[in-house]
Antibody, heavy 113, light 107 residues
Framework: EVQLVETGGGLVQPGRSLKLSCVAS????????MYWIRQAPGKGLEWVSS????????YYPDSVKGRFTISRDNAENTVYLQMNSLRSEDTATYYC??????WGQGTLVTVSS | DIQMTQSPPSLSASLGDKVTITCQAS??????IAWYQQKPGKAPRQLIR???TLVSGTPSRFSGSGSGRDYSFSISNVESEDIASYYC?????????FGGGTKLELK
């Protein structure tokens, strides 16, 4: 059974950092691009980051570029999202995903003083 | 960035109805559009990719079509389990962009 399990969310002050993890199981992790997508409370979906199979190529929208870093450890079947200089507008549920289904259950990040 | 204009924002349907949601891209997206279903408190689930390809497990009452800038997503014979929000996603160009969503409710 394919599973994606995110951890690392929580309450953090503006300007601080947080690192999310997503552990994958049930498929050949190293063969798949991985993605982070977020959803602010009561709002729509926003693509946050993509990483290719070997981690050599990463992509971000302007809203997080320079602040967020996606990485992966294929030996540990894990994808990460390092989030620096967090802002209130980064408050959202962060989902880990691969092509198709399922997505992870999401982890809530709240940026507030 | 490519803008995805999704309509309507909300939709009311009776069981057994056919409903259609549209997404218009601000430029040609070469059929690289996917459709997602999200139920309250749950993660989104991909239903369709590349305009009309049903993802494994997607019931056949769901369908997608379109080309160029204009795309549509339909549910024939709406069932109670289809009550959810639906989003389109263009993945032709970075940054990937989602439509604003359509909330499907029961009439």
């Amino acid at each position: 059974e394919v599973q994606l399990v995110e951890t690392g969310g929580g309450l953090v002050q503006p300007g601080r950092s947080l690192k999310l993890s997503c552990v994958a199981s049930g498929f050949t992790f190293s063969s798949y691009w991985m993605y982070w997508i977020r959803q602010a409370p009561g709002k729509g979906l926003e693509w946050v980051s993509s990483i290719n199979t070997d981690g050599g190529s990463t992509y971000y929208p302007d809203s997080v570029k320079g602040r967020f870093t996606i990485s992966r450890d294929n030996a540990e079947n894990t994808v990460y999202l390092q989030m620096n200089s967090l802002r209130s507008e980064d408050t959202a549920t962060y989902y880990c995903a691969k092509e198709g289904n399922p997505w992870g259950q999401g982890t809530l990040v709240t940026v507030s003083s | 960035d490519i803008q995805m204009t999704q309509s309507p924002p909300s939709l009311s349907a009776s069981l057994g109805d056919k409903v259609t949601i549209t997404c218009q891209a601000s430029q040609n997206i070469n059929k690289y559009i996917a459709w997602y279903q999200q139920k309250p408190g749950k993660a989104p689930r991909q239903l369709i990719r590349y305009t009309s390809t049903l993802v494994s497990g997607t019931p056949s009452r769901f369908s997608g079509s379109g080309s160029g800038r204009d795309y549509s997503f339909s549910i024939s014979n709406v069932e109670s389990e289809d009550i959810a929000s639906y989003y389109c996603l263009q993945y032709d160009n970075l940054p990937w962009t989602f439509g604003g969503g359509t909330k499907l409710e029961l009439k």
